[in-house]
């Protein structure tokens, strides 16, 4: 499948076609449904994060097939990828890389780190020390990376997939709200359902590994963010999502609200959202679908509100109700 790179022009206004982008997205979710049994709100929300050129935190309990997602996404949108495992003597140099001297040139030459390539995998990613996660800012956030004072550009399209155990606390480093606040989502990973268990089982015993096909390029992602770019969104749905970002900031369970970041990020996400489903416009379900994975990280609770037993994902549900939705 083709993404045009450049969009047809009308004398009067700019036209363009979301069909490939629907296209691309079943073929994608599809080849990658191939491994990864469930999950497909999950895998359709990382193909989102692609589109909008964002990052993706995934959090749960060890055995779930989060580093194979990653891998697996790759291999079918055909682009570069490295994993690096976050330990507590990892260094910053570890992942950008360094300048090492070359007897054969008698001068420093620079040795890339594994941060150069198009999907990085920042495996448990709170087991190293706040310095190293540090590595990570720049890239996530400007797409380059300063070496000694050298600054180089990172390949397009580039996304950072990080994990991290949510239940086992020791020897990590909780991130800083500052770093969290780059991940466009923070995704939960649930155990699997009861058929999807037995079928994670079956593929083991008969011995089925199946390999996925490259689908699409580096090319055609960059190609299809641009007509993400296209997509309407009505003065409407601007301020339906700004009532929502205010309500974080002045909930009385909240201690601190979504930033403007927030009303961006729910913006884009949910142009893309729309792109995928073959519309040209947003719609408020497009918004409300993608408020918790977009906002959950970006909240804290009082602890009055936790003491109550309550959880981010309820109060931002209770503030979806809460805002009357657009017609």
């Known amino acids: 499948m083709t993404v045009p790179s450049k969009l047809p022009r009308d004398t009067e206004q700019e036209q363009f076609d979301v069909t490939p982008i629907r296209q691309i997205a079943q073929e994608v979710l599809s080849e990658v449904s191939r491994v990864i049994v469930g999950y497909g709100d999950i895998l359709q929300k990382v193909f989102i994060a692609l589109l909008v ?6 959090e749960g309990v060890p055995g779930l097939g989060k580093t194979v997602l990653a891998k697996t996404f790759a291999k079918t949108l055909g682009v570069s990828f490295s994993r690096i495992q976050f330990t507590p003597d990892l260094l910053p140099a570890d992942i950008t890389g360094t300048k090492i001297f070359s007897q054969e040139k008698g001068s420093f030459i620079l040795q890339k780190g594994p941060l150069f390539a198009n999907m990085v ?7 190293s020390a706040p310095k190293t996660q540090a590595a990570l800012l720049e890239a996530m956030a400007e797409r380059q990376v300063t070496i000694e004072g050298q600054t ?19 020897g990590t480093y909780p991130l800083p709200e500052a770093q969290v606040d780059r991940f466009l ?12 268990e037995v079928e994670i089982m079956r593929r083991q015993l008969s011995g089925d590994n199946p390999s996925v096909q490259k689908v699409i390029s580096a090319e055609n992602i960059i190609a299809a963010q641009q ?8 003065e409407r749905i601007l301020k339906y999502i700004k009532d929502i970002i205010l309500k974080t900031r002045n909930h009385p369970q909240v201690q601190m609200g979504a930033g403007p970041r927030g009303s961006l990020v729910l913006m884009k996400c949910s142009k893309a959202r729309a792109a995928i ?6 719609t408020p379900d497009d918004v409300r679908s993608l408020t918790i994975p977009t906002l959950n990280h970006r909240i804290l609770l009082n602890p009055e509100a936790e ?19 657009p017609i």
């Open 227 to 234: 007509i993400i770019n296209q997509i309407y969104i009505d």
């Open 277 to 282: 489903l073959g519309r040209k416009y947003v």
């Open 152 to 170: 180089l550009s990172l390949d397009k399209p580039f996304i950072v997939v990080a994990t991290e155990n949510p239940v086992e606390m020791e």
């Open 53 to 58: 050129n964002g990052h993706v935190l995934l």
């Open 185 to 196: 989502f923070k995704l939960w990973l649930d155990y699997p359902e009861q058929e999807e």
């Open 121 to 127: 995998l920042a495996d448990e990613i709170n087991r």
């Open 307 to 325: 003491l109550e037993g309550l959880d981010v994902k309820t109060v931002i549900n209770n503030i979806i109700e809460e805002i009357p939705v």
